[in-house]
Nanobody, 115 residues
Framework: QVQLVESGGGLVQAGGSLRLSCAASGIIFSINAMGWYRQAPGKQRELVAIITNGYKTTYPDSVKGRFTISRDNAKNTVYLQMNNLKPEDTAVYYC?????????WGQGTQVTVSS
């Protein structure tokens, strides 16, 4: 059974930082691309960051320079370091794994940034 379990969300003031974690089980973690997505109320789910199995990272312009994705294959865990948070970063953040078109999702963790 595949499980992706996010943690680390919460309430933070604008300009603050949070670190999200996603612990994976039931997959061969090292061969999967891992990603973080977010969904704000009334909006579509959007990409936040991706790290491939070769450690290549991709970010949209909205978070580039503020967010950093990393992975620890020994711990089957992917992280998202979020700095200089803005109110528009408020959303539910979801962890994703992908291998050859097969995707799995976590249950999400709420991040709320107050102004």
């Amino acid at each position: 059974q595949v499980q992706l379990v996010e943690s680390g969300g919460g309430l933070v003031q604008a300009g603050g930082s949070l670190r999200l974690s996603c612990a994976a089980s039931g997959i061969i973690f090292s061969i999967n691309a891992m990603g973080w997505y977010r969904q704000a109320p009334g909006k579509q789910r959007e990409l936040v960051a991706i790290i491939t199995n070769g450690y290549k990272t991709t970010y949209p312009d909205s978070v580039k320079g503020r967010f950093t994705i990393s992975r620890d294959n020994a711990k089957n865990t992917v992280y998202l370091q979020m700095n200089n948070l803005k109110p528009e970063d408020t959303a539910v953040y979801y962890c994703n794994s992908e291998f050859r078109g097969t995707n799995y999702w976590g249950q999400g963790t709420q991040v709320t940034v107050s102004s």
